[in-house]
């Protein structure tokens, strides 16, 4: 099981094919926000959590590592 926010975003990012780039062009951050998200070195805050779970449709519970 994934237990960490930064993999749950790095495994649905690359599930979608995205690059990093890509992903924070999307949701308004920069490549080196989603980096730092990824390497597990800074959190997002709520907004951006409410906006990957938009953009995957997927719940807040899955990407916080809530339920498998």
């Not at 709520?46 to 449709?57: D, G, P, Q, R």
Request: charge should be negative; hydrophobic fraction near 40%; proline fraction near 1%.
């Amino acid at each position: 099981m994934k237990d960490k926010i930064s993999d749950r975003i790095k495994e649905i990012r690359a599930e979608y094919k995205l690059s990093q780039e890509e992903l924070g062009k999307k949701i308004s951050v920069s490549q080196d926000t989603i980096s730092l998200w990824e390497n597990d070195k800074a959190l997002p805050s709520t907004e951006y959590v409410i906006a990957i779970c938009k953009l995957f449709s997927v719940s807040a519970d899955y990407l916080l590592c809530l339920v498998d």
